[in-house]
């Protein structure tokens, strides 16, 4: 698993870290029993305080999406699977909310709103709109 850290980002690099192995594992890239990189590996190789990395790991060990191993590391947990799908839902249900709210105070009718939804989610398939049946 690759990390992406945007230190320019509002959110906080640790909860950067939290979503982005609580989203592997809602999507499979990461599975239960799989190891994550140790808090020394993974601060070097992000270039951050290693503090940050053990914070966002103990909130994952917290929600239960992560277990240590005693000698070996940290590996997802087994029950971790249905939380993480359930978080990244409430996630993105909250941006989205937000963006809509804005959409709405902002003026736009609902059809406008409609119709740049349907541009941006078509933009974030890389032009192919599908829809999930």
């Given amino acids: 698993m690759i990390f992406q850290i945007q230190h320019d980002s509002p959110v906080p690099i640790y909860e950067q870290i939290e979503l982005q192995v609580t989203f592997a594992v ?3 890239s990461l599975r239960p029993g799989d190891f994550i990189p140790s808090v020394r590996d993974l601060a070097a190789d992000l270039v951050i305080n290693p503090n940050t ?4 790991f103990m ?3 917290q929600r239960g999406v992560v277990e240590s191993r005693r000698g070996r590391g ?10 993480c799908r359930q978080r990244r839902q409430q996630i993105v249900r909250e941006r989205i909310r937000s963006a809509l709210r804005e959409a709405v105070f902002s003026g736009l009718a609902v059809e406008e709103i409609k119709k740049v939804a349907d541009e941006e989610l ?3 398939r ?3 709109f599908r829809e999930k049946c």
């Fill in 26 to 28: 809602a999507t499979g």
């Fill in 59 to 61: 909130e994952l060990e």
């Fill in 53 to 56: 990395v053990a914070r966002a």
């Fill in 74 to 83: 940290m590996a997802v947990a087994a029950t971790a699977v249905p939380f």
């Fill in 126 to 128: 890389g032009g192919q």
């Fill in 122 to 124: 078509v933009r974030a």
